[in-house]
């Protein structure tokens, strides 16, 4: 048995489970679905993260629960989760001590309890993997909905690199728990608001390739979000289609940060090469096909910057000399 089970199971004190800040439905999932099952064991235990819920989850069981980070209470436990450290946060986090549960590579470590798996799909892969572990009957259709979420959004509906038949054995095992698949779909992916269409035309008419159709990207403008009265978390799914376009082997969004000349930039690969490396380069962090960085700078200066090193690192890793 994982050793995080045998803790959990003698912890008396309260927990906080919180997850990263731009919340995506993996963190929210797996933060949920942790909850859900705590409680059932009667646990004192409380959900928490610094921004709001992206409207196309609000079906998530439990999502109304989820408390505003920063909290007032001190908690003896924090639990994050889908991220590589507190630091995800985005903010202040008031626990004794914390636990890890995630799937990306690197990040801090707080000792024998994290349950860090860098090979699965998800992070809800890896909770569900303690929750299957700990008691498979208190998985109920709430919980296998929550895991569900956090699947096929990190998987990009069973399309991605990450995907392998473990994918598949916990879908099968989810369905069976009553998740309704079509359901699940729809309220995630059809629910967008025509002012998040009208964002995504804006966004659409910067849409470039470069270095011969290897790179494709697009930026987010801040005046495009305030022109259609959308948030950043509105352009989530975005960088697919930059990423769709045919002969494309790097594709990248930069959005416009409200801190002046902040850009927040996501990069995407086809498998053919590591995006990470792009992202770490910049100071951020993610996996081979998906990953993210800060950089700072006026538009041009950032376009300018990320095209050149995505380009030396198509160049280096397709093992062509400049
Ligand atoms: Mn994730």
């Known amino acids: 048995m994982l050793p995080i089970i045998n803790k959990l199971k003698n912890h008396k004190g309260s927990i906080l489970i919180f997850t990263h800040e731009n919340p995506d439905a993996d963190g929210i999932g797996s ?4 909850y859900r099952f705590l409680k059932k064991k009667g646990k004192d235990v409380d959900i928490a993260m610094k921004d709001d819920l992206p409207y196309v989850l609000n079906f998530l069981p439990d999502s109304d629960k989820i408390k505003k980070l920063p909290t007032d209470k001190k908690y003896d436990l924090g639990i994050i989760v889908d991220a590589a450290g507190t630091f995800r946060a985005g903010t202040d986090v008031n626990a004794d001590e914390f636990i890890r549960i995630d799937h ?5 470590f707080y000792g024998g309890f994290d349950c860090v798996d860098t090979t699965a799909p998800s992070t809800t892969y890896v909770v569900a993997n303690i929750l299957r572990d700990w008691d498979e009957e208190a998985i109920d259709k709430e919980i296998a909905t929550n895991l569900y979420t956090g699947l096929i959004t990190d998987t990009g509906s069973f399309r991605h690199n990450n995907v392998d038949e473990r994918s598949f054995e916990l879908a099968e095992f989810l369905v069976k728990k009553g998740v309704d698949p079509a359901y699940v779909a729809k309220m995630v992916f059809e629910r967008n608001k025509p002012n998040v269409i009208n964002l995504l035309q804006k966004s659409l008419s910067t849409l470039k390739t470069y270095d011969n159709g290897k790179i494709a990207g697009m930026i987010v403008e801040r005046d495009f979000l ?3 009265g959308t948030k950043e978390e509105d352009t989530e799914g975005f960088v697919n289609y930059p990423r769709s376009i045919d002969g494309v082997d790097v594709a990248f969004l930069m959005i416009e940060r409200e801190e002046p000349n902040t850009w927040r930039v996501s990069l995407r690969g ?9 992202a770490t380069y910049f100071g951020g962090g993610g996996h081979r096909d998906a990953a993210g960085c800060r950089i700072r700078g006026s538009k041009e200066e950032v376009l300018e910057k990320l ?4 380009k030396e690192e198509i160049e280096k890793q397709k093992g062509v000399t400049v």
């Open 104 to 108: 990306h590579i690197g990040g801090e």
């Open 307 to 310: 095209v050149g090193k995505i």
């Open 270 to 278: 086809k498998g053919d090469i590591d995006v990470r490396k792009i």
């Open 226 to 228: 305030k022109e259609t």
């Open 31 to 34: 933060m949920l679905a942790l």
